[in-house]
């Protein structure tokens, strides 16, 4: 336990002594898992978890179920970490003290990047706005694997309906990090735009998230 440690080596004491900034991310992450095992103390476990997810920066998309295959970090341990980091990711992508306004691929990309850019598979999201362009809600139509995602354009239709979009925004990442627009991209949005259209919806992007970089079809002329 952390209490079983030199003075030196314990993270809540370090923090408090001489600010969290001055601590590593094991320290850090040791704070959240609080305890290790038999055969780890804490700051040993939570090296062996970065060491085998190959740093925080990979550790961070990984889930709770995924984390616990670590000798040491429990199903509570686990869901603590996945829960502090995606209460990191919505503090990097908003605020929260303005209404969300997507007004360029700019503002999209950085609410959206800190949440897909590292996943390993495709997610596609539909974003709903009203006249004023303010984010009235999103949805995750759906989950595919590491090149491809299956999206039913009926089914993006039937949520911007639902959640009465003036327009929306198509958001997609590609887990290889190429931010080039594939043709099967290309085609998925035209059929998109056709259905929209019909409903007197505009599609006003489809912004897609490829590591730390992003495309916009609409600047790239592919809307």
């Known amino acids: 336990m ?28 040791a704070i959240l898992v609080r305890t290790g095992s038999r055969k780890m103390n804490v700051i040993e476990t939570t090296r062996v978890l970065l060491k085998h997810f190959g740093g925080l920066h990979k550790l961070v998309r990984r889930n709770w179920r995924e984390m616990r295959v670590v000798n040491g970090v429990a199903d509570v341990k686990a869901i603590t970490l996945e829960a502090a980091f995606e209460l990191s990711r919505r503090l990097q992508s908003h605020n929260g003290e303005k209404p969300l306004r997507f007004r360029t691929p700019e503002d999209v990309a950085a609410f959206w990047g800190p949440r ?26 759906s989950k595919g694997g590491k090149t491809a995602t299956i999206v039913d354009p009926a089914e993006v239709m039937r949520y911007s309906i639902m959640n009465e979009a003036n327009s929306i925004i198509l958001i997609h990442n590609h887990p290889s990090a190429n931010r080039k627009a594939s043709s099967a991209d290309i085609r998925l949005t035209k059929k998109i735009r056709e259905a929209a259209s019909l409903l007197e919806i505009s599609v006003d992007d489809h912004v897609i998230i490829a590591g730390h970089d992003y495309l916009s079809m609409r600047s790239e002329g592919l809307i």
């Not at 209490?3 to 002594?17: G, K, V, W, Y």
């Not at 390993?120 to 004023?132: G, M």
């Open 2 to 29: 952390v209490r079983d440690l030199s003075e030196d080596e314990q993270p809540r004491e370090r923090l408090m002594r001489f600010g969290a900034e001055s601590l590593t991310d094991a320290e850090l992450l």
């Open 116 to 141: 897909l850019r590292d996943l390993q598979t495709e997610q596609f999201w539909v974003v709903f706005l009203n006249a004023a362009k303010i984010v009235t809600g999103s949805h995750i139509i």
